[in-house]
């Protein structure tokens, strides 16, 4: 057996894993605290991504979206980062075997490389673009790769039930 799919068997057998998976409330609970988690995430991440984009808030300074999002986006990152431990133990033998988790956890590896990369380089240099509707190439296509990535973390995550 494979190292990691014995610590995810591992998992499976804890008394936590069990008493969430088997509780008739718990689990939907955490499962609902995790879409709100999401909700607050990936809505504030995609404000900043659509203005990114031109789409929105066009008269708004992109540093000002970013600044006013900010704090949500990290309170929703924190939720979603909790109750998706919890998920993952209460399923981690499950998960391991699923495609769909599989993708979800690729997407997540590049979703937080995405704005490591931008915050890094374009937005550096936010000063010099952030009040024009002239978006620099580079920012608006880490928006759009970003709500790229986000949608396919969020039909990931969807599809994970189907798998079972």
Known sequence: MPVLQHICQTINETHLSVALRESVWVFPIIETVHVIGITLLVGTIAI???????????????????????????????IVMISGVFLFIAEAAQSYTNPAFRWKLLLLLLVGINPLVFHTTVYRKVALWDETLAIPFRARLAGAISLTLWCGIVVAGRAIAYYN
């Not at 540093?63 to 990290?74: E, K």
């Open 48 to 78: 900043l991504d659509l203005r990114l984009l031109g789409l929105v808030f066009r008269r708004e300074r992109v540093s000002l979206i970013a600044r006013q999002v900010l704090p949500v986006t990290w309170t929703g990152f924190a």
